[in-house]
């Protein structure tokens, strides 16, 4: 289906002869489709190109740039680059609404070129339901839920775009990568392949008595809007060179915008979250790996990835984790998550005699502040826990060995989530991260600076694993710190104390640059003292 002006998906799904595209480069030319002045003056742009996903199919693939309206002022290197990821189903519109980094962009004295990436559209659904968000709209309205503002997009990132083969014999109990309910086909995506590179018709329109029971999904089965298959990586890296050098940000402005490539940052929640984590890769024979265009850092909320996970960063990409101790999407412990039955594990007996084990309660208690005490018996628990990578309950997993996830690479239990899938604990996505398995028990948790008391709200608070690697727990779901799903709701002191903390106290006020993008790199003092003494760092050229 070809593109038919603003209000389309702009989606491009077309079934062509093999031979005209493997002659063809992945990535067609890059053009401008929506360009709109900002009340501050600054300017908002939609770009489009054509990628091709396999052999046979064409998709048009876009990204959002928000420039502020002191851009002219970074400088010969460009203004640093902020790229924010959103999660499965969103689109430019949505998260650039929900986020409000173009708001903030034009707040602080520093300011930062807004990336806004997009997932790809791989699922057969009407073009109106894949990015029902249009540039027509405002930000506030592709951030409101009630209006549909997301769309049926994901990302093929942390092996969730990679099938898992089931296992079959007499041990299949104990060497499946699913369950019973994990097969059932709006859940099955990391059991088989049923995105479109694996089978053409898995995305087909389900049957009525399915439609019936799964209303809110009517059009396709789940399985086909909660992973993707495309080639991400071509996606991610011409857009960061079309941002940072080119024809693209040369021409569409006079005297050009172009990024500086040096200071890149990534962030995003849930698959979003995955994807800064993924395109961060260190690994040179990855096809992940951007090379000069990776970033300098990444602040990830969420992001667990699946049991065919393999990335490794090697503890060479300064790192924040963000994480909701009750999410139950990226379940960060099997505690927090469900059984095989989808049955919340916390409703259930054998989590509520633990409740009830005032020696275990105390021992939460004692690993939290003071002024964390007013929580049940039940947040506690799990919130210590979550803090501390699993040790608390660690002892008593065994009684989940035949209801829960089975093991992830790194042999830790996975949680399952509302949806049936396995996720990867925050355990071991640490581990990925630094390297090395750190005791999560043994660190020192503070708060993070926030005038407004936002943090203290949500039980926030944050520890260094390494000195380039931080983790921030904090009591709620599967979203940011700060956020509901309908956003900031227009409280202002939320947005600030979100914006603050990823983009003042993680990136420096976009100072960080990437290793080795200068000749003498300095490493980054311990910020977690900076952090404690109340001090924070501005200007200069601090390198990680």
Known sequence: MASSGLGSCWLLATILGTSMLAEASPAGAVTEVFNRT???????????????????????????????????????????????????????????????????????????????????????????????????????????????????????????????????????????????????????????GTHLLNDVHACHKVTEEHQKEWASYTQIPGNCISASGANDWDYVRTVLQAVTQGAVCNATVPGGWCGDRSRIYFTGQSMGGMSALQFATPDPSSRYFLGSLGPAAIA?????????????LQGQVPTLLIQGSQDLVAVPVPWAGHDRNLV?????????????????????????????????????????????????????????????????????????????????????????????????????????????????????????ATAHVRVCVFQGGHTYPFLTPDGFEHNASKAKAFHDLLWVDWFRNGTLQRPGALQSPIDLPDAGALWRTGLTMLGGNLLI
């Open 344 to 464: 919340r594990i916390a409703n259930m007996k054998v989590f509520q005699a633990m409740v009830t084990n005032d020696t275990l309660v105390q021992l939460a208690r004692q690993s939290l502040p003071g002024d964390f005490q007013n929580l049940s018996p039940d947040d506690l628990l799990i919130l210590a826990d979550v803090r501390q990578g699993g040790a608390l309950l660690a002892e008593y997993l065994p009684d989940l060995a035949d209801i829960a996830g089975f093991p992830d690479r790194k042999g830790r239990m996975t949680g399952i989530s509302a949806g049936a899938y396995m996720w990867e604990p925050l355990q071991t996505t640490l581990q990925r991260v630094v390297q090395t398995d750190v005791q999560m028990s043994q660190l020192r948790y503070w708060n993070p600076p926030d005038p407004s008391g936002q943090a203290a709200s949500i039980q926030l608070q944050c520890a260094d």
């Open 300 to 312: 990830a909320c969420s992001p667990g990835g699946s049991r065919n996970n393999d990335l490794e």
């Open 38 to 192: 900002k009340p501050s003056g600054g300017l908002f742009m939609v770009f489009e190109f054509s990628l091709s996903f396999n052999a046979h199919v064409l998709y048009r693939r876009r990204f959002g740039v928000d420039l502020p309206a002191s851009f002219s002022s970074c400088g010969s290197s460009g203004c640093p680059i902020l790229v924010d990821f959103p999660g499965s189903g969103g689109s430019i519109f949505s998260q650039r609404g929900w986020t409000q980094w173009y708001d903030y962009q034009d707040e602080v004295e520093e300011t930062f070129v807004l990336v806004t990436m997009e997932g790809s559209p791989d699922a057969v659904v009407p073009d109106d339901m894949i990015l029902p968000c249009t540039p027509e709209e405002t930000p506030q309205e592709c951030a409101d839920t009630s209006k549909a503002g997301d769309g049926f997009t994901s990302w093929n990132v942390l092996g969730w775009g990679t099938p898992t083969e089931l296992e079959t014999g007499p041990n299949s109990s104990l060497l499946s990568a699913c369950f019973p309910e994990a097969v059932k086909p709006w859940n099955a995506y990391q059991c088989f």
